[in-house]
T-cell receptor, first 113, second 113 residues
Framework: DAKTTQPPSMDCAEGRAANLPCNHS???????VYWYRQIHSQGPQYIIH???NNETNEMASLIITEDRKSSTLILPHATLRDTAVYYC??????????????FGDGTTLTVKP | DGGITQSPKYLFRKEGQNVTLSCEQN?????MYWYRQDPGQGLRLIYY???????QKGDIAEGYSVSREKKESFPLTVTSAQKNPTAFYLC????????????FGQGTRLTVV
């Protein structure tokens, strides 16, 4: 799996968009970008994933640059409950284990009132 | 409800004793995984299993053992050979194949005294 680089921490005001960056400059053509988050002392929760097109679901949007070397997770209207550690992971999705991933240290997002 | 259950949530053991952590899933997932998380750090893969009666070592398997006798169960034994067993242990499961995500349990916090 390709290595990812994320800032260790970020703050966001409640109600504003939270934009979490991730660099994955060594990503290969068959690797997807996945995002998970972990609220303190709980198991990680899947958020979203994508290959090269931008993706949106009920939780977030994922913007992947054209060269695929970086991506941004967007939480459109952050709430206090979005305070968590956010992990960006790149992995081959086709025919392999979804859970066999390398989780780095992630970004600690703190949403402030 | 379908999900993945880890028990107990907190576990205390004396140094030198083996201890087994439970992980059960009713999602009909083929693949299951065990991760270890130390304070302020990401997740590290201990063992994973793609199918019943088969499992592979992850990045930090020394001092741990697993079994996969049933599809829904993947217990992890922390043996006395594990030098620093105190940690947060997370179990996950996933379908195998294309474009999937992992589902995590709520974790077991093991403290060895």
């Amino acid at each position: 799996d390709a290595k990812t680089t994320q800032p260790p921490s970020m703050d966001c005001a409640e109600g504003r968009a939270a934009n979490l960056p991730c660099n994955h400059s060594t990503i290969s053509g068959n690797e997807y970008v996945y995002w998970y988050r972990q609220i303190h002392s709980q198991g990680p929760q899947y958020i979203i994933h994508g290959l090269k097109n931008n993706e949106t679901n009920e939780m977030a949007s994922l913007i992947i640059t054209e060269d695929r070397k970086s991506s941004t997770l967007i939480l459109p209207h952050a709430t206090l409950r979005d305070t968590a550690v956010y992990y960006c992971i790149v992995r081959v999705a086709r025919g392999t284990n979804a859970g066999k991933s390398t989780f780095g240290d992630g970004t600690t997002l703190t949403v402030k009132p | 409800d379908g999900g993945i259950t880890q028990s107990p949530k907190y576990l205390f053991r004396k140094e030198g004793q083996n201890v087994t952590l439970s992980c059960e899933q009713n999602l009909n997932h083929d693949a299951m995984y065990w991760y270890r998380q130390d304070p302020g750090q990401g997740l590290r893969l201990i063992y994973y299993s793609q199918i019943v009666n088969d499992f592979q070592k992850g990045d930090i398997a020394e001092g741990y053992s697993v079994s996969r006798e049933k599809k829904e169960s993947f217990p992890l034994t922390v043996t006395s050979a594990q030098k620093n067993p105190t940690a947060f242990y997370l179990c996950a499961s996933s379908v195998t194949g294309f474009n999937t995500e992992a589902f995590f349990g709520q974790g077991t916090r093991l403290t060895v005294v």
